[in-house]
């Protein structure tokens, strides 16, 4: 059997643009998926490209959130021409509500160039149910993740990447050194080099590999309300609780964070939630149905810092994963780091964060 270049293991956004930057370069690529593409945490999140409250973050958390943020024009542009799938992504600013820190917002914003303006809150979105003095960052920019992850997967088959779809890896093979090859519930297989881009599952995928990797599952549930086009058009954001207006009239409204280990079950208690707070910020979605509830397991990890690295002891193991709230954001920059670690060339990025823990993170 043919055995390719790199065989990635999962495909969430992570996988899928790892695989891209790979397959640029002429590789052969084959990406495996234990059930179907991009149907886990990338499908279920939300899509807004900033991180909530950047300002309570750490460097390491910004500056690949920063560059990933300058890559997604053109990386959307680019998806988008060569497949004809529009994955939604605009900027459509995000408007935050109190209690927030004003003078933390304002510095940060100022060191990193970020717009960031006071503004009432009903000058921005007249439909809020309270007028109160809120902060708007025009910039703040969404893509629709799972339109982008169908691009992103019609891009990698035109690139001829080899998507394996229910084949899950179960066993790494290797002599000390190497991974000589893995098992999956279709048999052994063998490539160059390994990369796990396997979300919530990559700490329980590597096993006695995984070494002090800290990743774990965190649940986020969101309901999705079906209003008008354009009965809301920006990002709001109170405390944490958000709603995402896409285009066609949705409008996403999350989430939790909740540490139940790998269950992805939704509860009344969250949906209750969920609506108590969309309909008291924005009272028109008590006229709107509810058309979906639904739940994803984030890629949790300390302080949301991934880990992009290579395996401290196997030289033809990677690992890109960990990406926690804002995988979706952080992509493009993250499948750039590991290419250029793996073809040695030089980063843009100060990339010692993501190294793999071999003492506690
Ligand atoms: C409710 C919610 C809201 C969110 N909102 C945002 C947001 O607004 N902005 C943002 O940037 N991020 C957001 N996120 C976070 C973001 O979705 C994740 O960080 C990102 O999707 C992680 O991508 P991933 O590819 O690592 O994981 P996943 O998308 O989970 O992909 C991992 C893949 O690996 C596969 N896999 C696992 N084990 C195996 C195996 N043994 N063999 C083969 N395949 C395997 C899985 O089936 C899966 O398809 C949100 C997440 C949630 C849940």
Known sequence: MFNPDYIIVGSGIIGCSTALQLANTGASVRLLERNQPGQESSWAGGGILFPLLPWDYTDAVNQLVQRSIALFPGWAEELQTATGIDPEYRCCGMLVLPPVSTSKARIWCDTHGTRLESAGAREIVPELAADEEALWLPDVAQARNPRLLKALRRRLELLGVEISEHTEVTRWNSDGARITSIETSRGEL???????????????????????????????????????????????????????????????????????????????????????????????????????????????????????????????????????????????ASAEIMANLILERPQTLDIAPYRWPVAQK
Do not use: C
């Not at 599952?201 to 990743?215: R, V």
């Not at 979605?285 to 949790?300: S, T």
């Open 190 to 332: 063998k490539a160059g080099r390994y990369i796990v881009a396997s979300g919530a599952w990559s700490k329980k995928l590597l096993g006695e590999h995984a070494l002090n990797l800290d990743i774990r599952p965190i649940r986020g549930q969101m309901l999705l309300f079906k209003a008008e086009p354009g009965a809301l058009r920006t990002i709001i954001l109170r405390e944490g609780f958000y709603l995402i207006p896409r285009l066609d009239g949705h409008i996403l409204a999350g989430s939790t964070l909740e540490d139940v280990g790998f269950d992805k079950t939704t509860t009344e208690q969250a949906k209750a939630m969920l609506y108590a707070q969309a309909t008291e910020i924005l009272p028109l979605l008590k006229h709107a149905p509810v058309v979906k509830h639904w739940a994803g397991l984030r890629p949790g990890s300390p302080d949301n810092i991934p880990t992009i690295d290579r395996h401290p002891q196997l030289e033809n193991l990677y690992i890109n994963s960990g990406h926690f709230r804002y995988g979706v954001t952080m992509a493009p």
